[in-house]
């Protein structure tokens, strides 16, 4: 984010604010591995939702940015974003078998690719503005992820919102069902040991 100031690049930005909401993505998506199917939507919820708003920020500051024009340094856009290019990939590589998971692991992996894809556009909008000595690649690429964040938000809140309904109608059979016999024995065989 510091450099995309420095560089005065929206779609560095852009790349930085992703590469942010993966970090918290990954942690969320750690903490609820092997939790109810409810819990995960609802992690996959939250998710979708703040990409949503990522990528309406990165829209609605790009379009700000048409407004306050300046060109960004190219150089610092296409170092960056080659140094974050290194990293995504490796994340892509070890996420790929996961890409048709559940919302939550989708989710994953949909940021991944994001944040490859969007490393790549950042060098090309870099390339695109030293030849050009405009904004303009800069903006269209910030744009462009704006879309794409959008885009992998709804697919995450549509997979995560029937996931959601999923679990939501699984919870409520157990607690219909009788009690187990074990169930019942758990408190005096815990008492025993304890």
Not at 67 to 77: C, D, N, T
Not at 156 to 174: D, H, K
Request: net charge negative.
């Amino acid at each position: 984010m510091s450099a995309g100031q420095l560089a005065g690049s929206q779609a560095l930005k852009a790349d930085a604010l992703d590469f942010f909401a993966d970090a918290l993505t990954y942690a969320i998506s750690l903490a609820v591995i092997g939790a109810s199917l409810k819990t995960r939507a609802t992690a996959a919820l939250a998710k979708g939702i703040s990409l949503a708003l990522m990528g309406s920020w990165v829209f609605g500051s790009t379009v700000y940015r048409v407004f306050v024009l300046g060109v960004p340094q190219a150089e610092i856009m296409g170092a960056i974003g080659f140094l974050a290019l290194a990293a995504n990939l490796l994340s892509v590589l070890l996420l790929v078998r996961y890409k048709d998971g559940d919302a939550n692991v989708r989710s994953v992996w949909l940021c991944s690719r994001n944040d490859a894809i969007g490393n790549v556009l950042v060098m090309a909008a870099a390339l695109g503005v030293w030849g050009t000595a405009t904004g303009w690649p800069d903006i269209a690429v910030a744009a462009f992820m704006a879309v794409l964040f959008l885009s992998s938000a709804f697919q995450i809140l549509r997979q995560g919102i029937g996931e959601y309904r999923a679990g939501a109608s699984l919870q409520t059979a157990p607690e219909q069902a009788a009690p187990d016999a074990c169930d019942c024995c758990a408190p005096a065989h815990d008492h025993a040991h304890g």
